[in-house]
């Protein structure tokens, strides 16, 4: 049996930033409101679904320093049929070309709000089996926290907008917008898909070919100084592939192309750190003081992008 999902991991709530930093405050909408659905408060497990979706998006304020900003992230109305992705999510872009990592990010680095909307966004699947809590979860059931705290992380920027002919797959331009990871992406030769304005210069079948690579100095560095292998499956799969790292390789990573039920808690490795790191995020435990940014307002229309992920229900 088939399922998609994704999963996430475990929170730290607790810790304590140093004073010097900013962080990250979230405003979270929940469309299911009062209902019984999802993370309705009239469903018995309602509120306990928010603390633990709350928790993912604590985790992220306490990994990286960033303005003092408050986030906008929308929840939005669940979906319970238990069929296709267990969650998806994305954030969002100006249709410029060039690369860059979504309004989430922008927002959060630069403490200006770009659009005045929301920064980002996630739909789950409570029609799968869901461990509520944010504690382990017990047989059969999809850990909330590990797939809250992967999907927020393709919030982040953690995403490719490249299609499988190499154009943007938000308006099939090239150069068209896509991704700082874009921007990273190599073969296992160590030849770029993209020129520095956006052009794609790859070859597509490297795209489909198990052939695709991430070249960030962090990455390389955490990953004993080899390229890190991205998921480029021999069927493209828009919004899957080249937006996570290869399952097979990387089973302890966050932001793994699927997940399996009763896998316990992830927080991030140091794969998924390092990335991170190298489109632009800065680790609250390092000593860099952010340098200020000024917003440069972009003309251009927001695509929406949802990223969803697949992944095996264990027989
Ligand atoms: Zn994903």
Avoid at 181 to 202: Q, W, Y
Avoid at 234 to 241: D, R
Wanted: hydrophobic share 40%.
């Amino acid at each position: 049996m088939r399922a998609t999902v994704f999963v996430v991991f475990l929170v730290l709530v607790s810790f304590v930033p140093p004073a010097t930093a900013g962080i990250i405050s979230w405003n979270v909408t929940y469309a299911d409101g009062n209902s019984a659905v999802g993370f309705g408060l009239g469903n018995a497990v309602g509120q306990t679904r928010r603390n633990t979706f709350e928790a993912a998006l604590n985790y992220v304020s306490a990994t990286f320093d960033t303005a003092d900003v408050t986030l906008d992230f929308a929840v939005n109305a669940s979906e319970t049929d238990g069929g296709g992705f267990l969650a998806s999510a994305g954030t969002y872009f100006f249709v410029t070309p060039g690369f860059s990592n979504g309004i989430l990010y922008q927002h959060a680095t630069t403490g200006i709000d770009p659009t005045g909307g929301s920064d980002g966004f996630v739909t789950f699947d409570f029609g799968y089996n869901w461990n509520p809590e944010n504690d382990t979860p017990t047989v059969g059931q999809f850990d909330l926290f590990t797939i809250a705290l992967h999907e927020v992380t393709h919030a982040l920027g953690f995403l490719s907008l490249t299609g499988a002919d190499g154009t943007s797959r938000l308006n099939s331009v090239d150069p068209g917008p896509h991704s700082v990871l874009d921007s990273f992406l190599v073969n296992g030769s160590g030849d770029p898909f993209f020129a520095a304005g956006g052009d794609f210069i790859g070859n597509t079948a490297d795209l489909t070919g198990n052939n695709v690579f991430f070249s960030g100095a962090n990455a390389v560095a955490a990953n004993g100084g080899n390229l890190v292998r991205m998921y480029a499956p021999a069927t493209f799969a828009s919004g899957s592939s080249l937006s996570h790292v290869d399952l097979t390789t990387y089973p302890g990573a966050v932001m793994t192309p699927a997940i399996d039920p009763n896998v316990a808690k992830k927080t991030y490795s140091e794969i998924d750190l390092g990335i991170l790191q190298d489109i632009g995020w800065t680790l609250r435990s390092s000593a860099t003081v952010p340098e200020p940014n000024s917003f440069i307002a972009l003309a251009g229309i927001c695509g929406l992008c949802a990223y969803r992920r697949r992944a095996s229900l264990a027989a």
